[in-house]
């Protein structure tokens, strides 16, 4: 169940006031920062702290998955259907190439797709938002501002403000 959001968003025009702002933000200890911008931007990856993802590691686990299958597939049915063929091994190593680098590719895609969706329903559910209807219908993020959006106490909320209106943001808005 989603947890009730207490805290503030903002609006920037320009990237270097949203950057400032969110590494103003972590080095006093607010570490549940949101941000939204209209385009891909690695200057707030770096500001939020270049967060790492877990992703590649599940690619990784999902690929190795993939060819052991393959070659324990491939090992068992050559062991189950022996079809000898003038003195050549039973099982072949050379014939299982391309079929366990096609497996793991299918496993690494699989286990991509399912580790994209379980950690964002997982950051979904940890990480609350704000429920206003002016929030949730707010399209400017996707057109030409920068938003950042602080989750803390309702005692925090006038700190919070002062600083990002100190970094010229056009609105703030606070929410309990």
Known sequence: MRRKFCGAWATFEFLDDTCDVIR???????NKITTHTPCPRH??????????????????????????????IITKMSLDWILPVSGKPVVSVPIMGPIAF????????????????????????????????????????????????????????PRIEQIMKRYEAEEVNCEK
């Open 24 to 30: 103003e933000l972590r080095n006093l200890g607010f």
């Open 43 to 72: 200057e707030i990856e770096h500001a939020l702290g270049n967060p790492q993802s877990r992703v590649p590691f599940f690619t990784l686990v999902g690929a190795m998955l993939g060819f052991g299958l393959a070659v324990l």
């Open 102 to 157: 096609e497996l793991s590719v299918l496993m690494a895609i699989f286990f991509t797709a399912g580790a994209i969706a379980l950690l964002i329903i997982r950051d979904t559910l940890r990480h609350a938002v704000p429920k206003s209807r002016k929030y949730r219908e707010y399209n400017r993020f996707m057109r030409d501002r920068f938003g950042v959006v602080v989750a803390c106490d309702e005692n925090e909320l």
